[in-house]
């Protein structure tokens, strides 16, 4: 009896011993209005403001991704653009659109001097601060998608129901009809998996040319740079976007469309 | 009479000046930046047809690229947000004439 009670506690002690030493390695999925979200935070906290939290969805509804990535200049990587005050107030980065006009103004020298209700809209980290935009109400007649956002954002723009602008007067170059180059073909590594077709046109309709050569594709010649999913869901090569913002690495079937022979 | 129009012409010259260095932004400094922004939009806005161009034409556009990051480079003042953008949008466009230029020349 002893015996049983002894085991039992020990088999009780490891169990939990088990479960307390657990780190936790897998991350947690965001719900679909935090997939993309990024948190900026060059300079936020040396100001003693809350960090920047931006969410990706809603700028995508109405702007292509060449928009504010080239045109504005914002970076690839979160934090990796040196945002001051000061760039914002003098119509850069998110003073371009932000300026009191086209939306909401971003960044001015008083307003902490009369209310830090408008610094908390972008500098919102862990404060609790309603949005203007909820995202089930605005995104509630698009396409749905399985993960991500859980919004079929291709389709979307196919059907009509978003037009992002490829243009911001006075910033954007006015751009000849874009040369779309070739599809083609990527093998894929595991046997059995369909290979992937992968279309310039869909990219290049929302990215451009320079967003992603040299910057994100560096290889010249087609084949000689080895693509792994190792490497892109840590971020580079695909991954850069999908996994972050575009549709995620969990959607296998959307890049690996062709029939294997 | 001679003296008094030199001395006022002096004057309105020299009022000039000083308005002109209150007001850096004034219209008067106004051709020189669009002078280099209206290079930067010729050169910058035919990424789109990269692929078109010969060889030669790539190399003129990675030279006018590089004259123009010479010229970003004197921007200072109160043009360090502009010149901070324009700097990342020109290096986007040369690397990607770089690139292209490259694949050129490696499917000879």
Redo the contacts between chains.
């Keep these: 009896m002893k015996k049983t009670l002894f085991l039992a506690v020990l088999s009780v002690i490891v169990f939990l011993g088990v479960a307390l030493a657990e780190t936790g390695v897998k991350k947690r999925r965001p719900l679909p209005f935090e997939y993309g979200r990024v948190v900026i935070n060059n300079y936020s906290e040396g100001a003693r403001l809350a960090p920047v939290v931006f969410d990706h969805w809603q700028h995508r509804m109405n702007f292509t991704c060449r928009v504010c990535h080239v045109d504005i200049g914002f970076a690839m990587e979160a934090e990796a653009t040196d945002i001051r005050a000061v760039d914002n107030m003098s119509g850069y980065y998110c003073g371009t659109c932000h300026d009191g006009k086209k939306a909401f103004s971003s960044c001015e020298l008083d307003f902490g001097l009369k209310s830090t209700e408008t610094c908390d809209r972008c500098h919102s980290l862990g404060k609790k601060v309603e949005r203007k935009f909820d995202f089930a109400e605005t995104t509630r007649g698009l396409p749905k998608e399985r993960f991500g956002n859980g919004i079929d954002w291709e389709r979307a723009e196919d059907e009509g129901k978003i037009t992002p602008s490829d243009y911001i007067e006075g910033v954007s170059i006015k751009r000849d009809q874009l040369v779309v180059q070739k599809d083609f073909l990527l093998d894929a590594k595991v046997e059995g998996m369909p290979e992937i077709i992968f279309s310039h046109k869909k990219h290049t309709v929302w990215n451009g040319c320079e967003l992603c050569h040299p910057e994100i594709f560096i290889g010249i010649k087609r084949g000689t740079t080895k693509y792994s999913m190792v490497d892109i869901y840590e971020g580079r090569f695909c991954g850069a976007c999908h996994g972050s913002v575009a549709f995620p690495l969990l959607d296998c079937q959307r890049c690996h469309t062709q029939k294997v022979q | 009479m001679k003296k008094i129009i030199f001395f006022a012409l002096i004057g309105v010259c020299g009022l000039g000046m000083l308005a002109g260095s209150m007001f850096p932004d004034s219209p008067g400094t106004v051709f020189a930046a669009d002078d280099w922004k209206q290079e930067?939009?010729e050169v910058?806005?035919?990424?789109?047809?990269?692929?078109?161009f010969t060889p030669e034409e790539l190399r003129s556009l990675i030279n006018r690229c590089i004259r123009l990051e010479e010229r970003l480079n004197e921007l200072n003042g109160?043009q360090?947000?502009?010149r901070?953008?324009?700097a990342?949008?020109l290096k986007?466009?040369k690397?990607?004439y770089?690139?292209?230029l490259?694949?050129r020349e490696?499917e000879k």
């Design positions: 930067f939009a910058c806005g035919k990424t789109q047809n990269a692929m078109e109160p360090g947000s502009e901070k953008v324009y990342t949008r986007m466009c690397e990607l770089i690139y292209t490259e694949y490696k």
